[in-house]
């Protein structure tokens, strides 16, 4: 099978420059206490250079993961959510910043932020890589962002289409 072209719309220097910006803009947002709760599989790429970033700034904070579903194997999100892997730590009390690589319907990261809320925890921010406002269906926007990008369906560090594309060094949409 013949991969397609990808078009690069961000490349690695320019997202690794963005997320040393986010570090430290969120390190001054937020307090000592923050618990940084990657959402899994898409972040975990976005997610380990933020935590690198975040420790350079003077930001060394624990972090547990989560991992939640709501497209399969497909492109399209489903709407309905899954807890596939739940937290370890409890959040009562806490700031939490969740991390993600993509807002796009945001549906997923609305039930995150909501059960964490219910949860107990003091307040909870979102962090995403990308932010696509043009796909949302619900009233959500992340407090920190790295890229707004358009309706296009993205691939590369960490984003996938049916589980390809995750190691790609760089953030492209695929042509044809």
């Known amino acids: 099978m013949e ?6 719309r961000f490349s690695s220097a320019e997202i690794a420059t963005r997320i040393e ?3 430290r803009d969120i390190r001054d947002a937020m307090p000592d206490d923050t618990l940084m709760v990657p959402i899994l599989t898409g972040s975990f790429v976005f997610a ?3 935590v690198r970033a975040l420790a350079r700034a003077g930001a060394d904070w624990p972090l547990d993961f989560m991992t939640l579903s709501s497209y399969g194997a497909g492109t399209r999100s489903s709407g309905q959510i899954d807890i596939v892997r739940d937290l370890r730590e409890s959040v009562a009390g806490r700031s939490v910043l969740v991390i993600d690589d993509i807002l796009d319907t945001g549906r997923t990261l609305l039930f995150a932020r909501d059960l964490l809320r219910n949860r107990g925890a003091r307040d909870v921010r979102i962090c995403a890589l990308l932010d696509k406002p043009a796909r949302r269906s619900v009233d959500l926007q992340a407090d920190f962002v790295g890229f707004a990008v358009t309706d ?6 960490g984003l996938d289409k049916a589980g390809r594309y ?8 695929i042509e044809g």
């Not at 296009?152 to 560090?157: N, S």
């Open 152 to 157: 296009e369906f993205l691939v590369g560090y």
């Open 21 to 23: 910006d986010l570090a």
């Open 48 to 50: 380990a250079d933020l």
């Open 3 to 8: 991969n397609p072209p990808i078009a690069i």
């Open 166 to 173: 995750r190691g790609l060094p760089y953030i492209g949409a």
